[in-house]
């Protein structure tokens, strides 16, 4: 009787394992590479470009095994670099505002419902996306490498839109991640992506890594769905940035003034 107990106790262990694992928060850090082009080049110094395209930024996952937030960490960085940076050169007053990074934004996916709340904040006002999560095409390779500890797995994904590189580990065995990426058989904790314009010309990589995990059980009320903004589509959300932002471009072509950059 006493070797049948032990036997039945050791088995549970992974499965007790696995149900602590499945619930927490994730500390990410995103660097980006802002690719410049035009005057505003020859109009910095080399102190200044580097400033302007080398980019770093926090984001905090709070999770479990069926729905997920990703947005400002609980206590932001020092570290994080402002969204908005201004410059004197060639005589004029240079503004630079960085689409995409203001912390107020937030991302929900119910996993068990496959829903997707995205809240954008963009020149000034808030919008809220509700939708179907994006399917995504993983391939898994035999690759392995830890990550904090963890064991992880590499995937890719290839598109006319996009090129990315996951590595998500199966010891969090939650079908989630950073920016919206997920549906893998576990956590991803490293994430490299690159878009791709209808020109073919490929953006410079974004890479998001997983640098703090704290599983525990969260509190009630910790993961919710974003409600503030006003209700448009991802596709009336995407002619709006493209009209505003072509909007500027004209309005500061080679004056000084605001110059907006999109971020992944």
Do not use: H
């Amino acid at each position: 009787m006493k070797k049948i107990l032990t036997l039945v106790l050791i088995a549970s262990f992974p499965l007790l394992a696995n149900a602590q694992n499945n619930e927490g928060s994730i500390l990410y850090t995103t660097k980006t590479k802002v690719k410049l082009t035009g005057d505003i080049v020859n109009m910095l110094s080399k102190e200044q470009l580097a400033k302007i395209q080398n980019r770093t930024s926090q984001k905090q996952l709070f999770f479990n095994d069926k729905e997920s937030v990703y947005r400002k960490p609980t206590k932001p960085s020092k570290e994080e670099q402002p969204t908005e940076q201004s410059f004197s050169a060639g005589g004029a007053q240079i503004k630079i505002k960085f689409a995409g990074g203001e912390n107020d934004d937030q991302l929900y996916y119910n996993i068990a419902n496959q829903q997707v709340v995205d809240m954008r904040t963009f020149l000034g006002k808030r919008f809220l996306i509700k939708d179907a999560p994006q399917k995504l095409q993983w391939k898994l390779t035999a690759e392995t490498k830890k990550i904090l500890g963890y064991e992880c797995r590499r995937a890719t994904l290839k598109t006319d839109k996009q090129e990315a590189e996951a590595w998500f580990t199966m010891q969090i065995p939650v079908a989630s991640g950073p920016r919206g990426y997920g549906q893998l058989p576990g956590m991803v904790l490293e994430l490299s992506s690159i878009k791709i314009k209808d020109d073919g010309e490929k953006s410079e990589p974004t890479t998001t890594t997983a640098t703090q995990i704290n599983l525990k059980k969260l509190d009630k009320g910790t993961i919710t769905p974003p409600k503030k903004g006003k209700k448009v589509s991802r596709k009336q959300f995407k002619k709006i940035q493209q009209r505003k932002l072509k909007e500027m471009k004209e309005r500061y072509r080679n004056k000084g003034g605001t110059i907006k950059i999109n971020g992944n």
